[in-house]
């Protein structure tokens, strides 16, 4: 990358980016900053995380908040297939290193959705919404959007109207959307894979009591991962990972 090539790194597993947490962590995300800004770094890793596949404990977490933490660093995670597309060229062409994290249910058949063959790209740093609410705001992040969706329609049968944003940037945070939202609804809950403690809902809570906690009816409230490593077992799997159901608690919990 720094020879003026755009190499783009795959991690096969996620998980197993632990092995290179030196080279990310210490060079690839300081080099241009400890040289005056002068080379650039456009090099982009990318690789599959998440559950959901029974893959077990050391295959199939979510990670993405280890690398939001480190200033350097762009960190992506696109929900569906046109996004991912659409934001790895972006990826790509930027001239910062890029974690790009793509849920392994995105590669399932069940995820296909119509992607233009041309080149296209989205902003870095620009959250969509998913589903425009007036009630609560969810913000949820990969295959929690997909979840978070289906919740909504269930909620709107009991009058509940849910605004879904997906932030497909984790860093840098379009929080001018989600503050907006929550002007908006006056309520927010967060949904992540990753185990609750510590995860990104923490971060994006954090940014709405700063800048819209006057708009808040009540606080906002976190939904993630049990706080255990994932397990093989399918229902044990689907017990320790956010679900349709917990998200419609945590929306009747927050309005109650």
């Known amino acids: 990358a720094v020879t003026g090539m755009r190499p783009i790194v795959e991690i096969q597993i996620w998980d197993f980016v632990a092995c290179a947490m030196d ?8 080099f241009r900053y400890m040289l005056g800004g002068k080379p650039t770094v456009p090099l982009v890793i990318r ?22 933490h480190i200033p350097g ?15 790895l060229i972006s990826a790509i062409r930027d001239d910062n290193p890029v974690i790009f994290l793509e849920h392994k249910l995105l590669y399932q058949p069940v995820m296909k959705e119509p992607v233009p063959e041309e080149p296209y790209a989205l902003p870095i740093g620009k959250a969509d919404i998913k589903r425009a609410g007036t009630d609560v705001t969810i913000v949820a992040t990969q295959m929690m959007v997909h979840r978070a969706l289906r919740a909504a329609e269930k909620l709107e049968t009991e009058g509940i109207n849910v605004e879904i944003i997906d932030p497909r940037t984790l860093y840098p945070l379009d929080e001018e959307t989600i503050v907006n939202s929550i002007k908006k ?21 954090a ?3 700063e800048h819209a906690f006057g ?24 017990a320790t990972i956010p679900g349709e159901e917990e998200i419609i608690r945590g929306v009747r919990e927050v309005l109650a």
């Not at 599959?48 to 939001?68: C, D």
């Not at 927010?188 to 809570?205: D, M, N, P, S």
């Not at 009540?218 to 229902?235: E, H, K």
């Open 73 to 87: 660093l762009t960190v992506i995670a696109p929900s569906t297939p046109y996004d991912a597309k659409g934001l």
């Open 215 to 238: 708009y808040l009816d009540a606080p906002p409230l976190r939904i993630g991962a049990r706080d255990v490593p994932i397990p093989y077992n399918d229902i044990l799997e689907r």
């Open 23 to 30: 080279q990310i962590v210490n060079q690839i995300a300081k």
């Open 47 to 68: 690789g599959p995380q998440g559950g959901g596949i029974r893959m077990a404990a050391q295959h199939s977490q979510s990670l993405e908040s280890w690398f939001i």
């Open 185 to 205: 609804t006056n309520h927010l809950v967060t949904v992540h894979e990753a185990v609750k403690r510590g995860g990104v809902g923490a971060e994006l809570c």
């Open 207 to 209: 940014a709405v009591i």
